[in-house]
């Protein structure tokens, strides 16, 4: 299932949410095939059945083409893209024709974790839209100012005749889970599952991804500290290495198992406790490391950790959008936490970890002497500083080289 998306990874790992149509090759030959890359929060009401619509729209001689998912009734979430392969338009010419569509999710580590053969019936002025629309390499982020006026409209549901044509997708929980497991450094198994009812693990292991090709056996889940007669752990994530220390503290948002699917309205009210909570939590780990609390791995081993450098304290969250009161994390708190415990303050969401992440590698492979946990520690010092300067953790930074 990786392979679908093998001629996309690049474009994936680019951009957090998009879509892609291709006709790719199945069991009874070529299939009209939808590609969804989202953040997991999203794919989770996806796979819980929510209303899902697409839309077909020309921007001048390109076609721009957006799927609207039902997770909230004010501010559904749109992913959209420019058709640029003549593979998308045979995909929608056989939807056309009355072809099923398989349809397979991946996150933002652009992991594969379901697919679904859906119905989806394309009206036949598709055909006549899409007919002599260039192809090519299609420049997103120009035509942005462009695609958003349609892209309001497919929000708002104004419709004009014909100059946009919107298809129904079928409402359906029968997804196909496709189970992933990363053997990190440690010689452990990290699984991913969609479907897994433990949503908080299942980010944390998102963490664990991301972060354990940056310094080989200096990545650790859940270490511990010791408490009374037993133990505690000192954080969902620990990363350590000569010249510093990393702890991450993995906030999720529960979809599964409740009475009813909630909005994302509802979880935005929920972000705020859930980062308190969070940052009590580093708090109360830096100083455990800072008081020289010996650590040690879930498996007993103990852990040689450097403490003599300021820790980067990351919270991580599914979704930094769902942050509506972005002035409770401003200065005031980021300077506060320094002072309180002289580390340094992060709010990240997995995306976001993974840009930094991509970055550290860039920066790493520019240099001779500088280790991708190295290029990540500078990254995430760099980050601070425009944090400060925007006045708000919640930021999101890109990589760029002057010479390129």
């Known amino acids: 299932m990786h392979l679908l998306a093998s001629h996309y990874r690049s474009e994936f790992l680019a951009t957090p949410q998009l879509i892609r149509f291709d006709l790719t090759e199945g069991h009874g030959g070529f299939e009209p095939t939808l590609l969804i890359k989202a953040r997991t929060l999203l794919l989770k009401y996806i796979v819980q059945g929510v209303a899902m619509k697409l839309s077909f729209a020309r921007l001048g001689d390109r076609l721009l083409y957006a799927l609207k998912v039902k997770d909230d009734d004010t501010k559904p979430g749109i992913l959209w893209s420019i058709l640029e392969r003549d593979k998308e338009k045979a995909a929608l010419i056989a939807l056309v024709q009355g072809e099923s569509c398989q349809v397979f999710l991946f996150n933002e580590l652009a992991v594969n974790l379901a697919w679904a053969s859906l119905p989806i019936t394309a009206d036949e002025n598709l055909t006549e839209m899409i007919a002599g629309i260039a192809t090519g390499s299609a ?217 930094i992440v991509q970055a550290a590698e860039i920066i790493s492979s520019h240099g001779t002497n500088t280790s991708p946990i190295m290029a990540f520690d500078y990254y995430l010092i760099e980050r601070t500083k425009k944090a400060c300067q925007s006045g708000t953790l919640c930021i999101e930074v890109l990589l760029r080289f002057a010479d390129e």
């Open 139 to 355: 420049d997103h982020v120009a035509l942005k100012t462009e695609a958003s006026v349609i892209l309001d409209r497919f929000h708002d549901d104004e419709m004009g005749d014909g100059d946009i044509i919107v298809v129904d997708l079928p409402n359906t929980t029968a997804w196909n889970p496709i189970f992933n497991q990363f053997i990190t450094s440690h010689a452990t198994v990290s699984p991913i599952d969609l479907f897994a009812s433990d949503e908080g693990s299942q980010q944390e292991q998102l963490a664990i991804w991301l972060t354990d090709s940056l310094h080989p056996l200096g990545i650790y889940h859940s270490p511990q500290i010791p408490k009374g007669r037993g133990y505690r752990e000192l954080a969902d994530v620990l990363l350590s290495y000569q010249h510093g220390s990393i702890l991450i503290e993995s906030k999720a948002l529960t979809i599964f198992g409740r009475d009813s699917l909630p909005s994302r309205t509802k979880l935005a009210r929920n972000v705020s406790g859930h980062i308190t909570k969070a940052l009590k939590q580093l708090r109360g780990g830096i100083r455990r490391l800072n008081d020289g609390t010996p650590v040690s791995s879930k498996a007993g081993v103990q852990i040689n950790v450097e403490r003599t450098q300021p820790v980067h304290a990351i919270v991580l969250i599914p979704d930094l959008d769902l942050i509506e009161d972005r002035e409770a994390f401003g200065i005031e708190l980021i300077q506060g936490f320094t002072k309180d415990t002289g580390g340094f303050l992060h709010l990240l969401d997995v995306a976001e970890l993974l840009r």
